[in-house]
């Protein structure tokens, strides 16, 4: 029933049953709003951190969104260096 999006956000904020997210990519780079998420999934996430979230929509006018899922993204690329 519900429609489905995976995208990369930043945590601006953890609250008792939601988490604050903005957007960091896409047309709506920028966008911050409020998504609900069950208390296990509230304790993985910190804010500051950069995630990856698949979510869902809890109506049909998609303006209520619940996190199914969290993936931490890496903050840091640098390759892995060999021992001497």
């Known amino acids: 029933m519900g429609t489905h999006i995976r995208r990369q956000f930043s945590v601006s904020d953890v609250a008792d049953d939601h988490?604050?997210?903005k957007l960091l990519?896409?047309?709506?780079?920028?966008?911050e709003?409020?998504?609900y998420a069950d208390?296990?999934?509230l304790e993985e996430i910190?804010?500051?951190q950069k995630i990856k979230v698949r979510m869902?929509?809890?109506?049909p006018r998609k303006?209520?969104?619940?996190?199914e899922a969290v993936e931490a993204m890496n903050s840091s690329r640098r390759?892995?260096?060999p021992a001497d």
């Open 56 to 59: 869902k929509s809890r109506n």
């Open 19 to 21: 988490v604050w997210l």
């Open 39 to 41: 208390s296990e999934t």
């Open 33 to 35: 709003f409020a998504a």
């Open 79 to 81: 390759a892995a260096q």
């Open 63 to 67: 303006t209520e969104w619940e996190v």
């Open 25 to 31: 990519e896409g047309e709506k780079k920028g966008l």
């Open 46 to 48: 910190k804010e500051g």
